[in-house]
């Protein structure tokens, strides 16, 4: 999944996200204990190591269904 420039940083998905994967824009990230910096200061951002395509929450994408600015794309085409 991917955020693109659509974003308008209301956050939104960060809640919606079952899996933590969702962090705004210059917040730093955590993946396997290390700390890693934002790669966007301007946009909400995805991790895509911490997703996990909502298997288990959702048929479909949480962070996509609920994004007010059709920000989130499925660039891996997992949900098709
Ligand atoms: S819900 Fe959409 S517009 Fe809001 S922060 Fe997430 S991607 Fe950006
Ligand atoms: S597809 Fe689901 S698990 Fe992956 S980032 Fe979006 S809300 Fe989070």
């Known amino acids: 999944m991917l955020i693109n420039d659509e974003c308008i940083n209301c956050n939104a998905c960060?809640?919606?996200?079952p899996s933590n994967a969702i962090f705004a824009a210059g917040e730093p990230y955590t993946l396997n204990g290390e700390e890693?910096?934002?790669?966007?200061?301007?946009?909400?951002?995805?991790?895509?190591?911490?997703?996990?395509?909502?298997?288990?929450?959702s048929d479909e994408p949480s962070c996509m269904?609920?994004?007010?600015?059709?920000?989130?794309?499925?660039?891996?085409?997992?949900?098709?």
């Open 14 to 17: 960060i809640d919606e996200c």
């Open 36 to 57: 890693h910096e934002a790669p966007s200061d301007e946009f909400t951002y995805i991790v895509k190591e911490l997703c996990t395509h909502c298997e288990g929450y």
């Open 65 to 80: 269904t609920n994004c007010p600015s059709d920000a989130v794309e499925d660039d891996d085409n997992f949900f098709g």
